[in-house]
């Protein structure tokens, strides 16, 4: 059990029967033993972040959340399947819980997969992806009034700000956080 004392960030704890993850931490000192612990907490299956008060008093169990790493198969528009390369278990994930992650999904990329009770609740991808781009205008003459940047269609359906000098089937690195291009690769 973990007291609320111990509820750092990053911690992974079960509150209302759910997995949450602590993403801010404050404490404030009442009297001489007594303090209150605010927090801020993203539950890691429905992502929403709640701020939430306790007692230094109150005790938590601790998420028990496995990691494994998977691989990428393919997707028929809804489902998207991953394989277990060391036992070859295939898992089917909803495109509602893989959110923006599908616009940095190659086939057979290695990403980590989150499991709560079984269950599969996150995909994690590498913080850099290299994406192919589809569509994009050629450069002109006189296109750097726009700062340097066109538009362009990756491969997974992204559309992002690039370089006037990328051109189409050009491959490139873009950061999975911020969705930015990030160079040629």
Known sequence: ???????????????NLEPYEVTSYAQKVMWRWWSIINIKAKNLISWWTIPKTFSDHDKFEEADIMTNTYEYLYNDWEIYF?????????????????????????DWDKVKLQEFNWVPINVNVETSVVLEVMETPPWEKGDTATGWKKPATLSTGLVI?????????????????????????
Not at 1 to 15: G, H, T, V
């Open 1 to 15: 059990m973990l007291s609320a004392n111990e509820l750092k960030i990053w911690k992974k704890f079960i509150m």
């Open 82 to 106: 991953f394989m277990n390369p060391a036992n070859y278990e295939q898992v089917e994930l909803n495109k509602k819980i893989l959110w923006d992650v599908i616009f940095f999904l190659n």
């Open 161 to 185: 700000q690039v370089p006037l000098f990328i051109k189409e089937w050009d491959k490139i690195k873009v950061d999975s956080k911020t969705k930015s291009y990030l160079g040629r690769n």
